[in-house]
Structures are given as structure tokens and as C-alpha cells.
């Protein structure tokens, strides 16, 4: 976190803790080793709001003596407001998160967090006689958790990654998707098939891309691998992409450009892998694990994939030999012997 932003937060959790009772702000200070900046900014949001509630259920002022007096039930009740006026939404488990669990809580929530941790130092302080838990007598079950990458399977038709199964609901969305789609499959084959980070998609430039020794060139710290091979697999996909934008680009030009020909941001980036319609919530962080899993699986070297992605490794390794088997890569030949498991919870 810069400066700049912890003094936002700071001065934004001072505006948000004058406005509670003082025994939040009490909870607050004697927590502060044990939480940062951003978990206590939270804790006062959820604690801003649970006193909200708290003014629209009693006619007495809310301060300290209420507080002291709720009953279980009264935090019980702002949870499921809460919950009952959230908009429904998926997780990346495809799961909701308004589900009711078999023991009558719903998925532990910050809130639900936030308050629990608040009550049991009402009960450590001797505020309040009996402890009070919003977590039950055994830990609410939570959502299974989802694959930490994408089915090798997804990648056999890359071509049809953007369209929809059912087709287009306009023929201007056909052409605009049509368009836009060499530089689209672009950006999804260098975050598959080269594991690069957002930012490093967002700065690449043609002159960093060889398609002839099949490398793209990086600018990663001095002692991190600044360079990372390109599969035969993606090669026909970046070839035709950069062909198509040959005419109106130079070697200082960056690879990818947004629709008003200006470099691309993260942002758009996030917004175009959103549109993939074989995957939900695709997201760069995704590929990265996606191509993470099954460069181990290939290579049968965890640190070997750390050395590919850029991070911390152990051991020498030689880059032209992990070139040359890299040059082989292939998420068609892969789909045909791993598939994604469910991952069991425990």
C-alpha cells in the first residue's frame, strides 16, 4: 500500500470511528497489532453499518449501555437483513451466496466475522456475562471451493472462446466481437500459453515479440528471467494478430491497443476475458494459475515453473533446454489425459 492510499484510509477510519459508540473505537485500539489498516477500516464499515440497523430497530439512543444489552438474536436479525437485501450474486464456486446451510447459518461472511470477533471481546472485557458466538456450535459449511484453473478441454476451439453458444443477440455484436476478436484471442493465448502478469501484457511491445525464435522479451528484475518462450500452439494466433495490426504499427508500438488505439489497460483486459463464454469469471490471475498447473504437469518442476513465471527459484536451470521443450506445449494434447477434478472439501 503507498502512502498516498494509507493516509486515505487512515483519515477515512478516524471520519468512521468518531461516528460509533466509543466502545468500537475501544475494540478498535486494543486491536490494532493484531489487524492492519484495511481489516480495521472494514471492521468500522461493518460495525457503521450494524449501528445503522441498530437506530432503525430502537427508539433509544445507540451508545455503549445498548450495546452492552443486545441479545443474540439482535445481531442474528442484522445478518439475515443484510443477507435478505444483498443482491444475489455467484461465486466463482457457482454457488449463491443467500444459500442456507444445514445447521440454519448462512456462508460465514466478513460481517459475520467482524461481529464474532467484536463479541468475544465483550466477553474478554467482562462487558457482557455470558459469551455470545454468531458462528454456531460447529463452523458454518462454506461454498466448495473452486478449480484453481481452467480445464485444459476449454482451449481445443480457441476460436470460439468469445461467442456465445446460443449466438449473438444482434448482428452489431457479431461484427463488433468479429473485430475485435484477433486481438482478444491474442491477449488470451499470451496469458495461457506464457504466463505473463497484467501488467507485463499491458507493457509489452512488438519489438519484444519474435515469432521466429519463438520468445517474447520481458522487463523483469535483474535476477528474475526476462525472457519466456512462446508454444508452437500460440504461435498461429499472435502471428495473425500482429499481421493484422502490421499497417498501423511500429516496432515501439504496443501489442495491444484498445478500440481508440490508445495502449491498453488492465482494466480492459479484465473486461475482455469477462466475455469469455466456455468459463465464468475468467480473470489474468486464472491463466496464470492455468498455466502454472499444467507447465508442472509437463515439466514435472515446480521451481522450473517458477523460473518460467518470473518468481523466486532454487536450483540452475538452462533456459534452451526448457525452451526447446516449451516449444511443445499443448493444452489440446494435455485435455487428453488430465481432466479437472472436484476439489473436496474438508
Not at 456450535?137 to 484453473?149: D, F, H, V
Not at 526476462?226 to 508454444?231: A, E, G, N, T
Not at 499472435?238 to 484498445?258: E, G, I, P, R
Amino acid at each position: 500500500m503507498d502512502s498516498k492510499t494509507r493516509k486515505q484510509i487512515q483519515e477515512k477510519l478516524k471520519q468512521r470511528v468518531q461516528q460509533l459508540p466509543p466502545v468500537f473505537k475501544k475494540f478498535l485500539e486494543e486491536n490494532h497489532p493484531n489487524l492492519s489498516l484495511g481489516s480495521r477500516y472494514e471492521y468500522a464499515k461493518d460495525f457503521h453499518l450494524f449501528t445503522d440497523y441498530l437506530r432503525t430497530v430502537f427508539s433509544e439512543e445507540v451508545d455503549d449501555t445498548l450495546i452492552f444489552r443486545l441479545e443474540k438474536q439482535d445481531y442474528l436479525n442484522f445478518l439475515d437483513k443484510i443477507y435478505r437485501h444483498t443482491r444475489s450474486f455467484q461465486t466463482a464456486a457457482d454457488q449463491e451466496t443467500q444459500q442456507l446451510f444445514e445447521n440454519n447459518y448462512y456462508g460465514i461472511s466478513r460481517k459475520q466475522y467482524s461481529l464474532n470477533h467484536f463479541l468475544r471481546f465483550l466477553y474478554q472485557k467482562g462487558f457482557i456475562k455470558e459469551e455470545i458466538s454468531l458462528l454456531g456450535n460447529s463452523l458454518p459449511e462454506t461454498t466448495k471451493p473452486a478449480p484453481r484453473y481452467m480445464d485444459a478441454a476449454l482451449f481445443k476451439h480457441f476460436d470460439q472462446l468469445f461467442i456465445p453458444e446460443e449466438g449473438f443477440a444482434t448482428s452489431r455484436e457479431a461484427s463488433f466481437e468479429a473485430k475485435n476478436r484477433p486481438r482478444n484471442m491474442a491477449i488470451v493465448a499470451i496469458l495461457l500459453y506464457c504466463g505473463l502478469k497484467i501488467h507485463e501484457v499491458v507493457e509489452l511491445k512488438r519489438k519484444d515479440v519474435d515469432l521466429t525464435e519463438q520468445l517474447l522479451q520481458l522487463h523483469r528484475k535483474e535476477n528474475r528471467l526476462s525472457k519466456v518462450p512462446i508454444p508452437k500452439e500460440a504461435l498461429p494466433i499472435l502471428s495473425n494478430y500482429l499481421q493484422h495490426t502490421a499497417k498501423v504499427a511500429t516496432d515501439d508500438s504496443f501489442v495491444f491497443q484498445s478500440s481508440h488505439d490508445q495502449q491498453i489497460s488492465p482494466r480492459t483486459i479484465r473486461q475482455i476475458l469477462s466475455k469469455i463464454t466456455v468459463y465464468k469469471q475468467v480473470s489474468p490471475e486464472l491463466c496464470r494459475k492455468t498455466y502454472r498447473y499444467y507447465v508442472n504437469l509437463y515439466l514435472d518442476d515446480a521451481d522450473a515453473v517458477n523460473y518460467l513465471c518470473g518468481n523466486r527459484y532454487l536450483n540452475h536451470h538452462s533456459f534452451q533446454e526448457i525452451r526447446e521443450r516449451m516449444s511443445d506445449f499443448s493444452y489440446i494434447d494435455l485435455s487428453e489425459f488430465v481432466q479437472v477434478t472436484e476439489i473436496p472439501t474438508t
